[in-house]
């Protein structure tokens, strides 16, 4: 895809040791060790209510949260585009936004060195898995499935994801997807469609690749904003943003590969609603601290019930229920 070769490359090869190891629940393998220029760790997010967690564990979510939390920036980043490009989204709009999401992170992994392809792989589970997980907590706490929602169920949207990438990279994601039961038949589909669909992103985005002359004369781009912070705790969730090493180096990327018509704001803030939205309107993408601080949540709640399981435990513990995400983000 024009938007993500090369310089997306360049750009996020360096951090995603950061987020990716041991990225997916139940990993048992130690990660790959980060290259000399990485940046240091990241510190731990507040996990809430949610007790009993290593130091180990509490990295681990961290990096499953951040990665989740880029998927939801590329999400949002494929509705501006859609808006702002004029690109023709044939389909329900969210879900074409999850595929340009998964197409961007997936592009990253087959692009990554061979050493990082594992690491860049779990990077993008997490941003599908978190869906699964939200499903399983809204069916444990008795909610109903809004199907009159733009967006399509949660588990819906982790196998839709799950099925692009297996089609990017059969090798890494269809043990995990025989795992959660996708039948051959289906995975056989779910190439073609990934070839189908690539071409067509590929098609959609090219006649807005910067030319020689938009990089002489400077091109729009996305520009971070610091909206309130609103609870002390989630200072650290805006830390995320401002460390500049994650998410800085994607939305450079975006700005560098793709001609927009003005600067688009990134606005990061507590909202007092859990959601993440663009608006055409006011042209920004807003991602909202709240949103962050279930999705790190959620991955804590799972990572305990896992291993509670793993030893022949109880119920899950710690934490207790939490709100779903609103509709319409």
Not at 13 to 18: E, Q, S, T
Not at 35 to 60: C, N
Not at 207 to 222: E, I, N, Q, T
Not at 281 to 289: G, M, N, S, V
């Amino acid at each position: 895809m024009t938007l993500t070769r090369h310089q997306l490359i360049a750009a996020v090869a360096g951090v995603i040791i950061l987020v990716a190891g041991a990225a997916y629940l139940g990993r048992d393998t130690a990660p790959p060790a980060a290259p000399a220029a990485a940046a240091p760790e990241l510190a731990p997010l507040p996990t809430g209510g949610v007790a009993g967690l290593s130091a180990e564990d509490q990295r681990r979510v961290t990096g499953l949260s951040v990665s989740a939390m880029m998927f939801v920036f590329l999400h949002e980043t494929g509705h501006m585009l859609i808006t702002e490009l004029k690109l023709p989204a044939i389909g329900p709009q969210e879900d074409v936004a999850d595929e340009f999401a998964t197409f961007v992170m997936t592009e990253m992994l087959k692009s990554a060195p061979d050493a990082q392809k594992d690491a860049m792989a779990d990077v993008v589970f997490s941003g599908a898995l978190f869906w699964k997980l939200a499903a399983q907590e809204r069916a444990k706490g008795g909610g109903d499935i809004a199907w009159y929602d733009e967006h399509s169920p949660d588990e819906r949207r982790y196998y839709n994801i799950l099925c692009i990438a297996t089609g990017a990279d059969p090798l890494r994601f269809i043990p995990r997807a025989v795992k959660d039961g996708v039948p051959e038949s289906r995975l056989a589909k779910c190439a073609d469609e990934y070839k189908t669909k690539h071409e067509a992103w590929d098609e959609l985005m090219q006649p807005h690749a910067p030319g020689r002359w938009d990089k002489v004369f400077g091109l729009h781009s996305l520009k971070i904003e610091y909206g309130p912070v609103r609870k002390a705790e989630w200072g650290a969730y805006e830390n995320i943003y401002r460390q500049g090493v994650l998410f800085q180096p994607l939305f450079d990327a975006v700005s560098r590969n793709v001609v927009l018509p003005e600067d688009i704001p990134i606005v990061v803030q507590g909202c007092g609603v859990l959601n993440a939205w663009w608006s055409p309107d006011e042209k920004k993408i807003t991602l909202c601290h709240d949103f962050f601080a279930y999705v790190t949540e959620t991955f804590a709640r799972a990572l305990v019930a896992s291993q509670q399981a793993a030893q022949g435990g109880g119920p899950p513990g710690g934490g207790g229920p939490v709100p779903a995400p609103a509709p319409g983000g």
